[in-house]
């Protein structure tokens, strides 16, 4: 009899859980004045990566069956070049590099996780730099290095690539040897049609991050591909930390607006591999 209360009480503390984190998706169609019989299309994609907290959106990405793309920096994996540099910022200090490279050895095996949960991956460069303003000769350079070092990594044909910062892209008519570059080095280029604008310190608070997405979504009566963060491009190891806490909180209230898909449901003109 015990052993069946108890039992009893567990599943009414788990109905009551489930029942707290519940969304009222009418409220939030309402909020958003977005129409009640439309479901858009969307898909997650997250650019600064990897770092150790991509880890929490691969397993809220497993959690909820929902399919994303990673277009990640290069010079994050690159771990003979990063241990390079260490030793030379550090001389004899051989203690100084275990740590970095032991970080970068936990990067790589956080990317080859989310390449084997069937997650897309792409390119964000070598570096997070503004292409078009960059020496025509270390912009060819940084594309060649960023198609060698994730190799191992990139599971589409041809490698797919994202402008840091969309620069060379939203600009291509004013600056085409960007886009020429790429072309150059086998990559297909791809953009996004929504933004989480969670690099903003000032969305790092409340539901704003979660606003955006669905404002532009029920505004515009359309989805996309929407950009979010999981790194910081300019920290090697520690991710976008608001955004790899929340995600989990978002998708409920996402649902009931939108219908996650593939990237090959926007985009065409490659292939993904195992």
């Not at 691969?58 to 003979?80: G, H, R, S, W, Y």
């Not at 008519?173 to 049609?193: C, D, M, R, S, T």
Request: aromatic share 10%.
């Amino acid at each position: 009899m015990k052993f069946k209360l108890v039992l009893a009480l567990i599943a009414g503390l788990f109905t009551w859980t489930g029942m707290a984190q519940a969304v009222d998706c009418a409220a939030v169609r309402a909020r958003f004045q977005c129409d009640a019989a439309t479901h858009y299309p969307l898909h997650l994609s997250f650019d600064d990566g990897p770092a150790l907290q991509t880890t929490e959106v691969l397993q809220v990405l497993k959690q909820e069956k929902i399919p994303a793309t990673f277009f990640v920096i290069a010079n994050k994996v690159d771990c003979p070049a990063l241990e390079k540099q260490c030793k030379a910022a550090h001389g004899s200090e051989i203690q100084a590099c275990l740590q970095p490279k032991q970080e970068c050895e936990q990067r790589r095996q956080i990317l080859l996780q989310a390449k084997r949960a069937g997650h897309v991956i792409g390119s964000h460069s070598y570096e997070h730099l503004r292409y078009s303003e960059v020496e025509p000769g270390l912009m060819r350079e940084h594309f060649r290095l960023a198609r060698q070092v994730l190799d191992p990594y990139l599971n589409t044909t041809p490698p797919l690539f994202r402008l840091p910062y969309g620069d060379g892209w939203f600009n291509r008519q004013q600056h085409p040897q960007v886009l020429a570059a790429l072309k150059a080095n086998g990559f297909q280029h791809i953009a996004w049609q929504l933004s989480a604008f969670d690099w903003d310190e000032n969305n790092q608070q409340g539901d704003k991050i979660l606003t955006n997405v669905l404002e532009q979504v029920c505004k515009r009566r359309q989805g996309g591909v929407v950009l979010f963060h999981d790194g910081v491009h300019d920290q090697l190891h520690t991710g976008r930390l608001f955004t790899t806490t929340h995600l989990k909180d978002w998708i409920p209230s996402l649902r009931c607006v939108v219908d996650f898909k593939p990237l090959s449901f926007f985009e065409t003109g490659y292939t993904q591999r195992r």
